[in-house]
């Protein structure tokens, strides 16, 4: 067999530009990864944070918080805040800026105190604190020039930090009006100020538009992935739903066979004993007649049923149903596909459970068998499975008991959904009995059923 040359636009690499090469692929991959596992995990904390500000605008931020440290924090930063503001104003107005000691103090409290409300009512503490430090500015215009003006740096830091208790709260276009306020009182007080003073107007501008953006971003990708967390758990409430209802129609339509091979059986039976019994009288005849009548009219309402009852996929399944004397040819399925699988039942017992056991219960234990060596080989690929049947008084006993996979297991398995398990739950549930299954602590896995011989006449809860 030849092989075709390489392309002109891929010529043949010295061995050195291919190790170089084979190097850097992982080195990128790795740092690949590592910035994505950065990223998902600031987008976790963005998304967490969302969790805990969010719920009524009324609570406090961080209300939702799991620990009380947590959710005492915003106080402790508020008050921290307002402990260090009120001070800090009074002595630069009344020092700095000329302003009477008693108004610098009333400035001062003015100014900062709301942020103590914004803990829970950002809006209503930012509305106190906008009328706050505009007429908090104008006695600024007698003092020294070349002090900052329109805003005092206080005033700076305590904005600041309510327009963070704001993003975190309020809407987008709450958000714009916020900002534009801001950004029309800066001009307007910009225009009386002294030339020569330093500008905060811009500062400000500059500083709060983007505490408001940044922080409504996160907010909103935080809203987004809490939305989206909350759809896929509806999504697998429903889907295990819509699950358990197709298995519980499959039960159904499996359970059919069994019935109408009952319900013929007595068809039969009335139709020929007028034949078959001598010396009947006529009303011992019209009775065998109406017996007859009535179980051909229930196979009927049966097919009925049986048709809505099967999927486009399952109209033409009409091969007999399957029980314990086929599980030789499951388990050589089960090995020719990779998992070597152990069967172990006495053959007496055998005899005796296929002639006690009832037809659902034959139908049963087969299902919860398939699909115990379904998982196997799905999850524990190359594992041992061991399957054991057996009799005890009035109950069948099926056991499926598989150690821990000896080969890689499919990314696409790994996220395992459980409907295999509801399908066995919903089985043993029909026929009143008791399912246990869970790992092991070698890493494999155990199913076991107890099926009752008697099939009671309604489900048990």
């Known amino acids: 067999m030849s092989t075709a040359p390489p392309p002109p636009d891929q010529a043949p690499r010295s061995p050195d530009e291919e ?55 915003p106080y402790l930063v508020a008050l921290s805040f307002v402990a260090v503001l009120i001070p800090v104003t009074t002595q630069v107005l009344s020092h700095d800026y000329g302003v009477d000691g008693g108004l610098a103090g009333a400035i001062g409290v003015a100014q900062s105190a709301p942020l103590l409300l914004a803990v829970s009512r950002p809006l209503a503490a930012w509305c106190i604190t906008i009328v706050a430090v505009v007429l908090g500015t104008l006695p600024l215009f007698q003092g020294d020039a070349h002090l900052p003006s329109p805003w005092t740096p206080m005033v700076v830091v305590g904005y600041v930090a309510l327009c963070i208790a704001l993003a975190l709260r309020e809407s987008r276009r709450t958000l714009i009006t916020i900002w534009l306020v801001t950004v029309v009182a800066s001009i307007v007080l910009g225009v009386f100020r002294d030339k020569t003073s330093q500008d905060t107007g811009v500062l400000l501008i500059v500083l709060s538009g983007g505490v408001l953006l940044l922080g409504a971003l996160l907010r909103e990708r935080g809203e987004t992935r809490r939305k989206l967390v909350e759809q896929a758990t509806i999504s697998e409430a429903e889907r295990t739903r819509r699950t358990l209802l197709e298995e519980r129609a499959r039960i159904a339509r499996e359970l059919h066979d069994v019935v109408a091979h009952h319900m013929s059986v007595i068809t039969v039976q009335a139709d020929s004993a007028p034949y078959r019994l001598q010396g009947l009288s006529g009303e011992a005849r019209e009775e065998f007649a109406s017996i007859a009548a009535g179980a051909r009219d229930s196979l009927t309402e049966m097919r009925r049923l049986l048709a809505v009852l099967r999927s486009e996929g399952s109209q033409g399944d009409l091969a007999p149903q399957p029980g314990l004397a086929h599980l030789r040819q499951l388990v050589e399925a089960t090995v020719r596909g990779g998992v070597p699988t152990d069967l172990s039942y006495p053959e007496v017992a ?48 099926v056991l499926v008991v598989n150690g821990p996979p000896r080969k890689p297991v499919s990314r696409l398995e790994t996220a395992g959904t459980g409907h295999g398990l509801i399908g066995m739950r919903e089985r043993v549930r029909l026929l009143g009995g008791t399912l246990d299954v869970g790992p092991l602590p070698d890493g494999g896995f155990r199913v076991a059923a107890r099926l009752p011989l008697t099939v009671p006449d309604s489900p048990t809860a």
């Open 350 to 397: 055998l005899v005796g459970i296929l002639a006690h056991a009832p037809p659902a219960v034959d139908l049963s234990a087969y299902r919860i068998v398939q699909e115990a060596l379904a998982n196997v080989v799905r999850h524990a690929p190359g594992a041992l499975a061991r399957i054991s049947v057996d009799l005890d008084d009035d109950a069948l006993l």
């Open 19 to 73: 190790s170089g090469r084979a190097g850097r692929q992982p080195m990128s991959r790795a740092r690949g990864r590592r910035l994505r596992s950065v990223g998902d995990r600031l987008a976790a904390a963005g998304s967490a944070l969302t969790i805990a500000v969010g719920g009524d605008r009324t609570e406090p931020l961080l209300a939702q918080a799991p620990k009380r440290w947590m959710r005492l924090l």
